[in-house]
């Protein structure tokens, strides 16, 4: 019996860890599929290395290219694994950093190698030696100026990394020359599949993704303001409990991965500023203007994280005090949303943001609105503690309002650097709530024939209304 | 007199780029004289980096070794160039993961080399092509999750160059096993050779560092916090105008580092986990509770940026309503820059921050104190609008206060998890205040016998009078 119940036990065990075996193996996979589902340039991405790493290969598998390159070849196989990048430009970055450090280190290692050899066979191994440390220390320490450190630090890695192999190599290499010669060529090699491949077979931009990024950004932004006025000024009788309401809501949290895009961002421009031109995108493409919309998308996100702080405060506005700002704060927030949303979106469409000057002003004349309210109001009970709360988001909005007002001057900016195209004319300043939702380009007569032109005098601003809207103006054009 | 005044022309010419020339000089040894004075450990990891290299070049200088070596020893060099870091985690993470990932990805290149020389002439490179295909391709995958990213990044790379070298080389290289074993030792020499100076010339701690800085961004949170009462409470009638002032008061702006610590942060933390136990620190020290802690300074510092927001208000707070809230904004913002102070020092000093629960529960009391003036305040003129920054100010202090709490909450669970040294009993709650500058380390009666024990029975909470104090306790102990 006993032997009997142990093998139970066995039988157990083992479909017990089958089972968790099963269960790993699930959850990797999801965990794969969702990666690349996420985004499936990672998939290609990988591909890419797997292609241009085989590609070099083909210097060891080919009689001839393996002849004139000898053991030289594995530097192109090195060259691959380590200059090929997700993006384009730290591809060509990494790649012309290495290219040219190889270049300049070379030369200075034979000079170094030659002068050595001067100085007889005791002295020989002492200034070879000397020379490694000094350009070794050197070149280190000029690796923590900010400038180097952004744009060349790989080039100085490889810069001491080939100095030291050619002159300390060749104190035993005779052919010191061909040899440099030799891993110059398979580096350019190495270093032109990379880019070959990076570049012509689905190319990913690191301007493009910081081009997104800092438009995606905006929106999530936008998001939160266009949801605030309602999320703040729920009243009780509105039902829809709020502890149910706020994990189903997503605009309240997104935001706050702007608050942490300063690396990305940083290091994307860099990326960025090595790139030739591409698509919409020239050569000199105003990178750096971005870094500055970044910043103000920033201080944005800081003053919304301390408006969501007041979301959850325990206090209760007085309805009264509620009522007299409600309209001009649900104004402000829903204004800003929306000029935030067509800045975004003319940063997209790489367009001139005039759509955005419209809610901007609203949110001006709203914020002034509020003042004048506010120097009008009269409170009956003197219970400040319980509009401390309200004052407090109406105070941050005004400050979201002069952000907002910053960014579209900072967009402004940006569009008349890059030369983003002008707006359509036959687009009226009425229109632009019917642009909103991103999907939709702008209508001109031509291509529209069934455009019946409705105008309409006083358009609502409220979301709801504006997505009816742009469900009419779908059906009229189908 | 043309020759002449041409002649006087170029003179000009000469002497102008000359001056150009020497005060670019001058620039840049000016620049790197700072970067080496802000940093001196800068110079001495840049000696570090030139020893170890030095170090391991002798392999080529001495026949034994290269006659055992032979070119393997480049290994050597390469392995001291790509693996030493700053810090000593960073060196020992990327050695551990080159190390081993040289191992594991050697051993399958052999295994690879001998399957695919089993399938006959024709069919070893196809095999060979396309397991150097999918080992890249899913490995280059694999760096896709956030996890392998963070810790085994470099690894990875590795293993990927080493699968393709051993693999490839082994195709033409017949002794592939004394090759691969010849490498991986070359490998092991540059790697213990980074870790050994690294470890035993002046250490660069990651984690140290890490300690440090989060106690010095709190520290900064501090000196904002303990300036903003007198900054923003400033009547107009002490005189001091703002313009100047501001730019000499480096407090105001010195937080803003804190808003993008994140990145940094994460870094040290995922070095410092590689790291063994040094100095006070314990192998397995708690390095993400100083993450979480950073996180709540984020937080902070992110009320801070609206607080700072509001220094530079236009609309005057009318003097009689900033008279009433001043005492209880001026303690809540004073008693929350003495306790993340006094929390910093507690980090520092690792001890149980016990001395910040006073300030704390303190800030409290001046947050509950202007919940009751605010609640039974009673305003003569109705200018809600006037106030309204103010009540700005005030809410956003109490939030600091709330995330203050949460600090010294999260600092407490730090000095529980690392066994921070309980605090000396001598020292009674009453004394805090005399701690806070840092250099002053706690007295007990043994080691000053001079110490005459003045008790101070409502000790002032101001920065100047505590100055005071502290000199005539200096004055008493020398």
Chains 1, 2 share one sequence.
């Not at 469409?349 to 914020?367: G, H, I, N, Y």
């Amino acid at each position: 019996m006993e032997v009997g119940s142990s093998s139970h036990e066995k039988d157990g065990l083992f479909a017990r860890g089958w089972w968790w075996l099963k269960a790993m193996i699930i959850g990797v996979v999801q965990k794969i599929i969702k990666l690349g589902q996420d985004d499936p340039r990672r998939v290609i991405h990988s591909l890419k290395v797997g292609i241009a790493l085989t590609l070099v290969s083909l210097i060891y598998y080919s009689r001839p290219l393996y002849d004139g390159f000898g053991a030289a070849g594995m530097w192109a196989v090195l060259t691959v694994v380590v200059v090929f990048e997700f993006t384009v430009g730290a591809t060509l970055g990494k790649g012309l950093n290495r290219g040219f450090a190889t270049l300049l280190a070379g030369a200075l290692g034979v000079g170094a190698h030659h002068f050595a050899s001067l100085c007889g066979e005791k002295g020989e191994p002492i200034i070879l030696g000397l020379s490694t440390f000094l350009i070794a220390a050197t070149s280190t320490f000029s690796r923590f100026f900010p400038r180097i450190k952004r744009r060349y630090d790989y080039g100085v890695v490889i810069f001491i990394l080939t100095f030291s192999l050619v002159s300390v190599s060749g104190y035993r290499v005779d052919k010191i020359i061909k040899m440099a010669h030799q891993r110059l060529l398979t580096i350019i090699i190495g270093g032109v599949t990379c880019v070959t491949v990076s570049i012509f077979i689905c190319p990913v931009w690191a301007g493009e993704d910081l081009h997104n990024l800092v438009a995606q950004n905006m929106e999530m932004i936008a998001n939160f303001l266009e949801g605030f006025g309602g999320e703040y000024f729920r009243s009780p009788e509105d039902g829809d409990s709020p502890v149910i309401s706020k994990n189903q809501k997503p605009f309240l949290k997104e935001y706050k991965s702007v608050l942490n895009s300063k690396a990305t961002e940083e290091s994307l421009a860099n990326f960025a500023s090595w790139e030739p031109g591409h698509g919409c995108f020239r050569f000199r493409h105003p990178w750096k203007q971005y870094l500055q919309i970044g910043t103000l998308n920033r201080q944005c996100a800081y003053l919304v994280e301390a408006l969501n702080g007041c979301i959850n405060s325990e206090i209760q506005v007085p309805s009264e005090f509620r009522k007299k700002i409600r309209k001009a704060c649900t104004d402000m927030s829903l204004e800003c949303g929306n000029a935030l949303k067509e800045l975004a979106l003319a940063i997209k469409e790489m367009r001139q943001p005039c759509l955005a000057d419209p809610p901007v002003e609203s949110a001006k004349t709203a914020a002034g609105d509020l003042k004048t309210t506010l120097k009008t109001a009269f409170i009956e009970n003197s219970d400040l503690l319980a509009i401390m709360s309200a004052a407090t988001v109406a105070s941050l909005l005004v400050e979201i309002v002069h952000c907002t007002d910053k960014i579209a001057k900072s967009v402004h900016e940006l569009a008349n650097l890059a030369h983003f195209k002008k707006v359509d004319p036959t687009l009226t300043p009425e229109k632009p709530y019917l642009l909103h939702r991103g999907t939709i380009k702008p209508l001109s007569e031509a291509d529209s024939p069934h455009h019946v032109g409705i105008t309409i005098p006083n358009l609502p601003t409220t979301t709801t209304e504006s997505v009816h809207l742009e469900c009419v103006n779908n059906i009229i054009n189908t």
